[in-house]
């Protein structure tokens, strides 16, 4: 009888191992892995110097999403990677994609104000511990461009209320879970700011541009 339960049990942990390993592969297979097609998205991606920051954005116009729907891209070039933006940051959306937090202090990208995106630490934010101060993040959204560069990174705790809070310019948050390769729900969390410095038309051409 005893080794009949162990035996139900090993088959109970091997069938949980499999479908926990079927949802993870499901959700890294949204995040896009393609150096060439990352860094084609502008010929300035891999300059770290510091550019000056835009004080103000750009209001964007268009209907509400419904949550877990996709409303742009994410490239990070530096990672080579091209990661779908969805609405919303419930547990559901997450799985397609990087949400897109919902709730008070919070804008749209390329507006002004802070915009914040969340991901899983080991599905699309995989490898965002490697990016440094002065990278360039770009937002996909409603037909534009917006250009964010990274101006620094921490480490908090998954309490702190001081992270998603309104400011009166047009940044960037990332967040995701910390340390990277903690098992189980981690009790920190990695963040990583990024000021806003050129909006474009998703067609390339300049609308604004830091500076002007």
């Known amino acids: 009888m005893a080794r009949k339960i162990a035996w139900l049990l090993i088959v109970a942990g091997v069938l949980l191992l499999g479908y926990n390993a079927y949802q993870w592969w499901g959700e890294i297979r949204v995040a896009v892995v393609d150096p060439k097609m990352a860094m084609a998205i502008s010929k300035e991606w891999d300059d770290r110097t510091r550019m000056p920051s835009l004080d103000k954005g750009e209001p964007v116009t ?7 729907t996709v409303v742009g891209q994410l490239v990070i ?3 080579g990677a091209i990661l779908p933006i969805v609405q919303g940051t419930d547990a559901d959306s997450l799985k397609k994609g990087v949400g897109l937090y919902e709730g008070y202090g919070t ?22 511990g490697k990016l440094q101060t002065g990278d360039r993040l770009y937002v996909k959204y409603h037909h534009k461009v917006f250009t964010y560069q990274i101006r620094k990174t921490w480490i908090t705790k998954a309490d702190d209320l001081t992270v998603i809070v309104p400011i009166p310019r047009p940044v960037l948050s990332l967040t995701t879970c910390y340390p990277f390769n903690y098992v189980g729900s981690a009790p920190d969390r990695y963040i990583i700011r990024a000021d806003l410095i050129k909006i474009e038309n998703e067609n390339q051409k300049d609308t604004q541009t830091s500076g002007n």
């Open 62 to 68: 268009g209907e509400h999403a419904k949550k877990g």
């Open 77 to 79: 070039p530096r990672l």
């Open 107 to 128: 804008v749209n990208p390329g507006e002004t104000g802070h915009v914040v995106l969340s991901g899983h630490r080991d599905t699309v934010f995989r490898g965002v």
